[in-house]
């Protein structure tokens, strides 16, 4: 990884350069909070001043820009007694600003599932490899535990990593893309001043984090707790409403439908990211549903989040931005139904 200095101006030069020939996404306020405290969402961007860099957390990760929530994967025709297969891949240029450490963790544990694992997928490759990532450095927002998890920081899935150091940044960069991107404006080398005031603002970061998961041993408390009443405790809240894995910037699961014209002439084969919590998630042909009680899928997600993925990976798939708490009207949030599955297995 190479390390330079960015000026404040330079950074807005940079980012007037990438508007120029791409669409540029980064967070902007959208609307207020009872307590007039700002909503965020990652959008399109039209000039540098439409950015709000200093967001704590957007209310939907920047998932959709990679996974979207419902995506055509090919279209059939048939003809004269011979079909076609239609596929379009996104292949046009993009950049995203402003994503934290843990947003950038996530994508790389998508890396591994999408790009890595069994079946690859060619529609999130297209987008992943004609995506530019400027990820940012951030103080701990409220009620994230990603220091917990270990996705507080990241030495990859990124092209620039800025930490703000008050009159410019502190950048590291990880491609090619990265550097060539970088140079197209002045940068300069890191100096003694810097890398001393980069790890005063890295330990200021570091100190910062007031909310604490314990998940050394969660895989095997999950395992012993199989059974606990913990879940349908939690179950009974649940509203099955999807919202946690809709703003999960980890959650991919998805289904298929297929959509045929009625002549047999075209059609139309669509994914759509589905949830665990929704009551239909593990149900199967002839009705029989492997999870009909709110508990059970509860579990499951809690189960697929923090231990079957750090089987497969040996880390868990949760990055602790806590968005699926935010968002749960329920009160539904990883920090306290695992506190209560600690105390319930002291109990
Ligand atoms: S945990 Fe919360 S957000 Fe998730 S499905 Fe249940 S009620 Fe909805
Ligand atoms: S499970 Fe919740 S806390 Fe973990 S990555 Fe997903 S939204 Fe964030």
């Not at 069994?118 to 990603?146: A, K, W």
Request: net charge negative.
């Amino acid at each position: 990884m190479l390390f330079k200095i960015l000026s404040k101006d330079s950074f807005r030069e940079l980012i007037g350069l990438l508007l120029d020939a791409n669409e540029v996404v980064g967070p902007r306020i959208v609307s207020r909070k009872p307590d007039g405290k700002p909503i965020y969402q990652f959008l399109p961007i039209e000039r540098f001043e439409d950015l709000s860099l200093d967001h704590d957390k957007t209310e939907y990760s920047a998932k959709t820009y990679f996974l979207p929530f419902k995506e055509d994967l090919s279209s059939f025709s048939f003809e004269g007694g011979d079909w076609e297969q239609h596929i379009r891949y996104r292949i046009q240029p993009r950049a995203i600003v402003g994503l934290h450490a843990c947003d950038i963790n996530a994508l790389v544990k998508l890396d591994k599932v999408l790009l890595k694992g069994e079946f690859p997928s060619p529609y999130y490759l297209s987008r992943r490899q004609n995506t530019f990532v400027i990820g940012m450095d951030h103080d701990p927002c409220e009620n994230g535990f990603c220091a917990s998890v270990g996705a507080d920081i990241v030495s990859h899935g990124f092209d620039l990593f800025l930490t703000d150091l008050g009159d410019r940044y502190f950048v590291a960069i990880d491609s090619d893309w990265g550097f060539r991107v970088v140079s197209s404006v002045a940068i300069r080398e890191v100096t003694e001043d810097d890398r001393e005031e980069y790890m005063r603002v890295r330990n200021r970061i570091a100190a910062g984090f007031k909310t604490k998961v314990n998940v050394r041993n969660l895989p095997t408390l999950l395992d012993l707790e199989f059974e606990s009443p913990v879940w349908k405790r939690w179950g009974d809240k649940c509203l099955s409403c999807g919202s946690c894995a809709a703003v999960c910037p980890t959650c991919y699961c998805y289904g298929i439908e297929e959509r045929v014209s009625m002549d047999f002439s075209r059609s139309v084969k669509t994914r759509r990211l589905y949830s665990c919590n929704l009551f239909d998630f593990a149900m199967v042909a002839g009705g029989h549903n492997f999870r009909p009680t709110r508990g059970s899928r509860l579990k499951y997600r809690y189960y697929h989040q923090h231990r079957g993925f750090t089987e497969t990976y040996a880390e868990p798939m949760c990055v602790g931005c806590n968005r699926c708490g935010d968002a749960c009207l329920a009160g539904i949030n990883p920090p306290d139904v695992i506190a209560d599955l600690e105390e319930e297995a002291a109990r």
